[in-house]
Structure formats: C-alpha cells, structure tokens
C-alpha cells in the first residue's frame, strides 16, 4: 500500500514538471534612419536653451524592458539608444549631464526611458 502511494506521489509531481522553452525574442530590424535628428527634437521642444546643449550618443543595443510590478505593459523589444545630455539652465549654468533611453523598433519611436529607471532596471549607463 505504501508503494502505491508514493508511486502516486512521485506520477503527480512528475506531471507537475515543465520543460521550459525559450522563444527567440523578436528585437526587429536594426535601426537604418538617422536616430540623432529626431532625439535632438526631442529636447529643444522643452529645454530653455536649447543652443547649448551637448549629446553622447552611445551606439544602439539590444534590449528589452520586462513586465514588473511597477511596469504593468507588455515586455517591449528593441533597440535603445542611450543620450548623455548637459544643457544650461536658467542662471546659465550647465546642469550635468543626464542619460535618457531611447526605445526604437523596425526604426519606429517606442518609448524614452529615464536615467532613473535605466538604473533601476540595471542598464549601462
């Protein structure tokens, strides 16, 4: 009786166990339009002056942002531009620079990402 209850035990826990499969994650095509003019748009909408601001672009990579408890959305794919920007505030002083993440998929804009959240999420800056 005891060796049928645990043969029991031991075909449900069995049946219980997953093989895990990984599914290829589709980041899209390569970016192939000029990212830099459409970042640089981006900040003079909103920055006070805007002549004096410089960039570090850092080449594109592969990335995706994953579904946490904070970040409620789908896992996004792509490629993400990472911006250093220093640009002058209202006293003229410059404020230090600042990164930004920039999200494109099939050379389409998805989304920006804040130095904040890049760190909280464990990007290099």
Known sequence: MKK??????FLVCCGCVTTHIQEPIDYGRPLTKDFKPFIRSYFE???IDPSSVT???????KA???????????????YLIVVGVNA???????????????MFKN??????IT???MEYRGFNL
């Open 4 to 9: 049928i209850i645990i043969s029991l035990i």
């Open 45 to 47: 909408e909103f920055l």
């Open 55 to 61: 960039y570090d672009f850092q080449e594109p990579k």
């Open 64 to 78: 995706y942002i994953k579904k946490t408890f904070v970040w409620s959305y789908p896992t996004i794919t792509g």
């Open 88 to 102: 002058k505030n209202a006293f003229g002083g410059y404020t230090g620079k600042k990164y930004y993440g920039f």
């Open 107 to 112: 050379d389409i804009f998805i989304r920006i």
């Open 115 to 117: 130095s904040e959240e």
